[in-house]
């Protein structure tokens, strides 16, 4: 009977070895690894699925060529090649969120991109392997697509109180025609500051506007732009100088029309991915161009005392 039972506790051992050994404590949930994905996805300024075709160096200076085979989100081409920093094997596939690092010394023209993610995402027969599971890949893109659907606003929304601030706070400045508004409509918004990430549902519009003249920034000449427009966004504004309250009520900005020319304050892309801009603030971040005189919101306090746009074209220049 001893022996008997001898046996039966080896047995049971053995099996909980080779159970142990199928399922490693360290395998993530589904849900776990779709939280990495969220993570990552909202950190990148680039994500592509792409075939490691090169190693370069090792170790901590370790850098792989990279072939891209589809763009998932960013700016990048299919069939074109870029640098990721880290240890990745020729042949094997991945999905890479990256974000761009500096350009390389040794290569013209090339820029180094860093992963996002704490561990590579790995592409075989349509499933994406991590954390010890295989997810096929269509539920990776679901998850993305989803993610995308949701607008990254910025997160500062500061009242300017001199030309100077607005100036280094505007990402670009250009004068440009409202080709197209669209009607206005619920839409939800991301704001990420630091490691807050806050959603909630705003009234907006989308316009597209032809760029005619450059004054600050990377905006060219015949350029289009989609623009998002968030009336209620001047009623949450923060003043820059005192970072106290400083609302105002929607109605007080120059209102949009389609065919009329503005000059534009734009503020810094909270996200590379997407594809629209936003203005410094909604009552700061245009003003109406007509015959080089200008229309100026009476609670735009930096620009009132302007009437033509070369007078506050030539002061822009002085302080950007």
Same mark, same amino acid.
């Given at each position: $009977? ?12 053995? &099996? ?12 993530? %949930? ?47 081409? =299919?069939?074109?090649?870029?640098? +990721? ?49 295989? &997810? ?19 997160? =500062? ?9 607005? +100036? ?9 025609? +409202?080709?197209?508004?669209?009607? $206005? ?23 597209? +506007? ?12 015949? *350029? ?19 970072? *106290? ?15 009329? &020319? ?19 603030? %909604? ?26 746009? %070369? *007078? ?9």
């Amino acid at each position: $009977m001893k022996r008997i039972t001898a046996l039966s506790t080896l047995a049971v051992a053995v &099996i909980a070895l080779i159970i142990g050994r199928a399922i490693p404590a360290s395998v993530m %949930s589904d849900d776990r690894v779709m939280a990495d994905v969220r993570q990552s996805y909202r950190s990148a300024s680039l994500v592509v699925l792409g075939e490691c075709i090169q190693k370069i160096n090792s170790g901590d200076d370790a850098k792989s060529r990279m072939l891209i085979d589809e763009v998932i989100a960013g700016n990048a081409s =299919k069939g074109s090649e870029i640098l +990721v920093k880290g240890s990745y094997t020729v042949g094997e596939k991945y999905l890479l969120y990256l974000t761009e690092g500096d350009d390389v010394q040794y290569a013209e023209d090339e820029i180094d991109y860093c992963s996002t993610s704490a561990d590579n995402f790995v592409i075989r027969d349509g499933n994406v392997e991590y954390g010890g599971l295989q &997810i096929k890949i269509s539920e990776f893109k679901k998850e993305m697509d989803a993610i995308s659907r949701v607008v990254t606003a910025p997160s =500062k929304n500061y009242y300017y109180n001199d030309i100077r601030s607005l +100036v280094n706070a505007s990402e670009n400045i250009f004068i440009g025609r +409202v080709d197209s508004a669209s009607n $206005m409509r619920s839409t939800r918004f991301r704001t990420q500051d630091g490691g807050s990430t806050i959603e909630k549902k705003a009234l907006s519009a989308s316009l597209t +506007v032809s760029v005619y003249g450059n004054i600050k920034g990377d905006i060219g000449y015949g *350029q289009e732009i989609n623009l998002i427009y968030v009336p209620s966004g001047s009623e949450d504004m923060t003043d820059a100088d005192t970072l *106290q309250p400083r609302p105002v009520s929607a109605d007080k900005a120059v209102k949009l029309s389609e065919g009329d &020319i503005y000059l534009f304050f734009l503020a810094e892309d909270p996200d590379p991915k997407q594809d629209h801009c936003f203005p410094v603030n %909604s009552i700061q971040g245009w003003i109406k161009v007509e015959n080089d005189k200008l229309t100026v919101s009476e609670e735009n306090g930096v620009a009132r005392g302007y009437t033509d746009l %070369s *007078q506050l074209a030539a002061d822009i220049n002085k302080v950007k």
